[in-house]
């Protein structure tokens, strides 16, 4: 009809009438762009778990586009933590960049539009839109570490950690922490080298200490948007932007292993700490409780350390005749221990039945009791 403009020249040129067209309108707020936060789910038949920032077709209201979502999720303190990938079994939000549409909007997401030889499940997840908000704010855990290589009581120099003034200035105030749990502050940027700052810490720390700063950092959502333009192809195909894991398979490259990023087994060397020494001047002054009795090592062995003991024939029989009777004691004593367990076990079991028996006359008693009330009440009644 004459209110029907084409908008694309190959929409005419390809069109095939056997192929069915469904005509829509769109309202004045879907045609912005902006960022969208929506809830969404892995679809429990897709094998898969999706990654985060792969590329995926969303089809929503009247429009079909590929982008690339950013999965997070909510923590306690209303923080969008991001995930690498999906979860196997729970809700998420992703944030992505497409036309807006009005809260409330349902929407579902594949992995390709026109892919013919996907033999899985194609739909990878559902969602459903949450809100249209231009400052979302997704944050990833990031931790720095850095090395000391001055240190002045409570203040220590430290390099390693950032590269550059500007980045040391924007961590101003930041606290850190040692492998030995000594806190910190980063203060004030050094002009060299590159990136050192001057930091304050509790307690004096070794120059062997590892620095530590775990922080926040916003993630930037790619403005990513290719509308579906299948129709304006003869064979009705369109292939958008492939994921990683397609572009390895067709060059048939494996996945790159980073050799820090494997598990390893620590090996820690035995610290060896220094004995105490004492000054003997400082030992004239100390009273003999506290002194150090440090014997002298002896070259050669004394008599009395080396001598066999050989004991006669009286000693041995009243060695003999002595462990005898502490064996015997030791006999008696337990027989004693388990005779007075089971008479306690007994006078317990005793006293339950007299308690018991209490209980019941005393119930007897308040029952008599109330009954007496009960008809002296009627009576005044």
Request: glycine letters at 6%; one cysteine or more.
């Amino acid at each position: 009809s004459s209110g029907i403009n084409a908008e694309y020249g190959e929409m005419v040129e390809f069109l095939d009438p056997h192929y069915p067209l469904v005509v829509g309108g769109v309202a004045s707020l879907e045609h912005q762009m902006g960022m969208l936060q929506t809830r969404t789910k892995r679809h429990r038949w897709y094998p898969k778990v999706l990654k985060n920032q792969d590329p995926v077709v969303v089809s929503l209201g009247w429009r079909r586009f590929q982008t690339r979502p950013v999965y997070s999720i909510q923590d306690h303190n209303l923080r969008q933590r991001m995930l690498k990938y999906t979860p196997e079994h729970m809700h998420c939000h992703a944030t992505f960049y497409g036309p807006l549409a009005p809260p409330n909007t349902t929407f579902i997401a594949t992995q390709g539009a026109t892919d013919k030889k996907t033999s899985s499940f194609r739909i990878v997840a559902t969602g459903v839109v949450l809100g249209l908000n231009k400052t979302i704010e997704v944050v990833k855990k990031l931790k720095l570490t850095g090395t000391p290589y001055k240190i002045f009581k409570n203040t220590a120099f430290l390099k390693g950690m950032f590269s550059s003034i500007l980045e040391v200035s924007k961590f101003e105030g930041a606290m850190l922490k040692t492998v030995s749990g000594i806190r910190g502050q980063v203060k004030r940027a050094l002009s060299a080298p590159p990136g050192a700052f001057r930091a304050s810490f509790e307690d004096k720390i070794q120059i062997s200490d590892i620095v530590f700063l775990r922080c926040w950092v916003n993630v930037e959502i790619p403005k990513f948007y290719a509308p579906v333009i299948n129709l304006l192809s003869p064979d009705k195909t369109w292939s958008g932007m492939r994921t990683v894991g397609e572009l390895r398979r067709e060059k048939g490259e494996t996945i790159p292993v980073n050799q820090d990023s494997l598990y390893k087994d620590i090996e820690r060397k035995q610290k060896v700490f220094k004995p105490l020494v004492v000054s003997k001047s400082l030992q004239k002054d100390l009273p003999f409780k506290t002194k150090p009795k440090v014997e002298k090592k002896r070259k050669k062995e004394l008599y009395v350390t080396k001598r066999a003991v050989v004991s006669e024939p009286g000693e041995r029989r009243l060695t003999t005749l002595m462990q005898q009777l502490l064996t015997a004691q030791k006999e008696s004593d337990a027989k004693k221990l388990q005779k007075k367990k089971k008479e306690k076990e007994k006078y317990l079991a005793g006293q339950a039945k007299i308690t018991a028996k209490r209980g019941e006359k005393a119930k007897e008693r308040r029952k008599v009791f109330y009954q007496k009330n009960a008809k002296k009440d009627q009576a005044e009644d």
